[in-house]
């Protein structure tokens, strides 16, 4: 029940991906041209990491493949497009963690949360820099901007359903809007995640884990039943 997914997966939880592959060039039909692509998006993503979207240059991404500026443009037509690469090598794990597969007598609606939370947190930490360098297009890029509302939307949307299963099941309280709390917790524990590991208040993971867990419990006057 955070940016990440909870529960099983049914009709309508499908989550609108921020790269559609058919944006992309077809990949290189021969092994020497896929580690040459490949090269090419890790590089960007050092020099996108390092300088930003915006300062980062073709001729700084060319030299840390170690290629020219022309064999760029034989897998990609622009800075924008190797971005999207660079995305879309990143993005399940980065914003779809998942949870974690819990044994039965660990799957409580508490350890749910709580083992949701920390999957949330462990991805994006791995992923902060790149976090950044996503708001940075959404804030250049309308288009962009729509998707990553959409996108969150769906999570939820997804994390409503779940507070809604609970509701129903009389382990949460009734009296709270489920779309509404989900909203809210969600948001919180994103905005946790980006002061803590994009802007480097690197606070312990554990404590974040348990503090986001128990404002969700709390929110939604549950208990710790494990």
Same mark, same amino acid.
């Given at each position: 029940?955070?940016?990440?997914?909870?529960?099983?997966?049914?009709?309508?939880?499908?989550?609108?991906?921020?790269?559609?592959?058919?944006?992309?060039?077809? !990949?290189?039909s021969t092994a020497r041209g896929a580690r040459t692509r490949a090269a090419l998006v890790a590089a960007a993503r050092v020099v996108f990491e390092r300088d930003g979207y915006f300062g980062s240059r073709l001729t700084d991404i060319s030299a840390e493949a170690n290629c020219s500026t022309g064999s760029f443009y034989t897998y990609f037509t622009s800075k924008d497009e190797i971005l999207l690469a660079?995305?879309?090598?990143?993005?399940h794990d980065m914003l779809h963690p998942g949870t974690p597969h819990l044994a039965p007598e660990d799957s409580s609606p508490a350890a749910v949360i709580e083992a949701s939370n920390r999957a949330y947190f462990e991805a994006y930490r791995r992923h902060a820099k790149l976090m950044l360098i996503l708001d940075q297009l959404a804030a250049s890029n309308a288009e962009f901007r729509e998707l990553r509302r959409r996108r969150g939307?769906?999570?939820?949307?997804?994390?409503?359903?779940?507070?809604?299963?609970? !509701?129903?099941?009389?382990?949460?309280?009734?009296?709270?809007?489920?779309?509404?709390?989900?909203?809210?917790?969600?948001?919180?524990?994103?905005?946790m995640a980006f002061y803590s590991f994009a802007m480097e208040e690197n606070y312990p993971l554990g404590t974040l884990v348990e503090t986001t867990t128990k404002l969700w419990l709390n929110a939604l006057n549950m208990t710790d039943d494990r």
């Open positions: 029940m955070t940016n990440g997914s909870r529960g099983r997966r049914r009709r309508g939880d499908e989550i609108p991906a921020l790269v559609e592959s058919s944006s992309l060039r077809e !990949q290189p660079v995305i879309e090598d990143a993005q939307k769906a999570f939820a949307d997804r994390n409503a359903r779940a507070i809604k299963d609970l !509701q129903d099941k009389g382990l949460a309280d009734t009296d709270v809007d489920a779309g509404m709390a989900a909203r809210a917790l969600s948001g919180m524990v994103s905005r």
